[in-house]
């Protein structure tokens, strides 16, 4: 019996996670199971792996089979190499504090790899953000400047306006200044609210795009997932369709030949039927001229001659024997 060291998927579609299993190798793949020794999630960047090491490293000594998957995520936790330094120092290659000595470095490398990794997407994250909020930054400022252009030119407008109506009063004209500054101070203090609200909608705006980037990041990687099973079970589900396709070709061929044969042994015995049915009405007819014929030449025997004629024949006779 073949012991295997598998995954057996959890979770629903696109949502999938699996537990990290010994299994005999003639049970299924969610069935029936030996000892459950770990738990895997892909969906998680870097995915989370959890494993009991004293575990699969006991099962691996004693000849339990991995799968390539699983391979990958002993060889990640470090359950291979250390099984390689036990047969070192069960060959007498080296102790075991030379054997502990080197585990422990090299899981202090392999920490720092995946420490690098989770602060690269960190920052990735940090950088995306940013930009995103420069960007909007930039088309904020851009749309205050057409703001106050706008309102510069109604000023403008307004102050013509004005102009226009009271052109011969002087205290008017002198009034006018000390009327327009408190509208600017009401401009510039609506253009510093609406400023204010546009930058916090901006920053609001960026959150939700990084949540929903993050969102449709995972998303991605649950499809990929999915759409490799679904691949994988496309290409069986083909291959069943092929076979049967042709299992169908093949009977609809032999019953097409069936119903040929059918139809030529009709036609031969239809024939065989006409023909005989011909032979038997020519024996009829030939047998009706045969007994016409006869009927004739009987008819002719049975006739009398007339007198005159026997006598010539008779006198015939007699010159014939006299000569």
Known sequence: MAVKIRLARKGRKRLAYYHIVVADSRSPRDGRYIEKIGKYNPLTNPATIELDFDKALGWLQNGAIPTETCRAILSYKGVLIKKHLLEGVRKG????????????????????KIDAKRSGLEKSKDERLAAMIEAE??????????????????????????????PAEETPAEETPAQETPAAEETEEIQAETTEAETEEVKKETIEEAAETETSSETEVKEE???????????????????????ETKEESADKAADAEVTEEKTDTESKAETKEETT?????TEVTEEKTETKEETTDTEPKPEGESKDADVKDDKKTVE
């Not at 749309?143 to 106050?148: I, M, Y």
């Not at 997932?225 to 299992?247: I, L, P, Q, R, Y």
């Not at 009405?281 to 007819?285: G, L, V």
């Open 281 to 285: 009405d020519k024996a009829a007819d």
């Open 137 to 166: 930054k930039k088309i904020n400022e851009a749309r205050a400047a057409k703001l106050a252009k706008k309102q510069a030119e109604m000023e403008a407008r307004a102050e013509a306006a004005a102009k226009g109506e009271t």
């Open 225 to 247: 997932n999915t759409d490799e099973a679904a691949e994988v079970e496309a290409e069986a589900g083909g291959e069943k369709a092929d076979t049967e396709s042709k299992e």
């Open 93 to 112: 290659a080296f102790d075991e504090a030379e054997a502990t000595k080197r585990f422990d470095e090299w899981m202090k490398k392999n920490q720092e």
